[in-house]
């Protein structure tokens, strides 16, 4: 928890200095998820994500852009638990994702490439479903076994006309989301997680699509 503090406090000291830096852009952005949770989910999910971002501006092409957001991804679960039918988990994340984009500004609009690595920490959870309500009334925020912790990385491209820009992502989520041992993912972690968790770890994975208006 204290490192994630420490990563919102840099991303906040980042906004607030970027204008010392050089000239860049506020904005609120927005869109929509489709997630799921590897070797668990038969498809994606549909959720959401919006919060605020600054993107200021570097030579030849190259731009930062920070985000501080809410991020709501789901996952269909069938056949996981016996007896159970078809479930939707849901994780509500704090999410901090920096995009490092490179494109070349063709004055009427800006193609770029984009690299974002992301943390971030759960706020809330939910199971929802028929079987579910039927056994229990309250599942919600049950946290044994579950890691908060989140951290990965994030390919895509991007397309900025005037102050609009939209972006479509895939993320891969680094670390296992369910830990029965009671161990929790960290930063150090980041590295030696990376391989595997690409190949077979169980957490969100899969596509955003956002669009940011910057002032």
Aim: glycine letters at 12%.
């Amino acid at each position: 928890m204290k490192r994630l503090i420490s990563v919102i406090a840099l991303c906040v000291m980042t906004f607030w200095g970027s204008h010392t830096l050089k000239a860049g852009d506020f904005g609120i952005i927005a869109g929509a998820s489709f997630t799921g949770i590897k070797e668990v989910s038969p498809k994606l999910a549909t959720g959401y994500h919006a919060g605020i971002t600054y993107k200021f501006h570097l030579p030849v092409g190259f731009a930062i852009q920070p985000s501080v957001l809410y991020h709501m991804k789901s996952s269909l679960v069938e056949d996981a638990i016996a007896d159970v039918s078809t479930f939707n988990y849901k994780m509500g994340y704090l999410e901090v994702p920096v995009s490092l984009q490179w494109g070349p500004d063709l004055l009427m609009f800006r193609p770029f490439l984009d690299v974002t690595p992301f943390f971030g920490y759960a706020l809330n959870n939910e199971v929802t479903g028929p079987a579910v309500a039927a056994v229990s009334e309250d599942a919600k925020n049950k946290w044994e076994g579950i890691n908060r912790v989140e951290y990965g990385l994030g390919l895509g491209a991007g397309l900025e006309v005037w102050k609009l820009q939209l972006v479509c992502r895939y993320n891969w989520n680094f670390g296992n989301l369910f830990d029965t041992e009671g161990n929790h993912a960290g930063f150090g972690d980041f590295i030696n997680n990376a391989k595997d968790s690409v190949t077979s770890g169980k957490n969100f994975g899969g596509v955003t699509l956002s669009l940011a208006l910057l002032f």
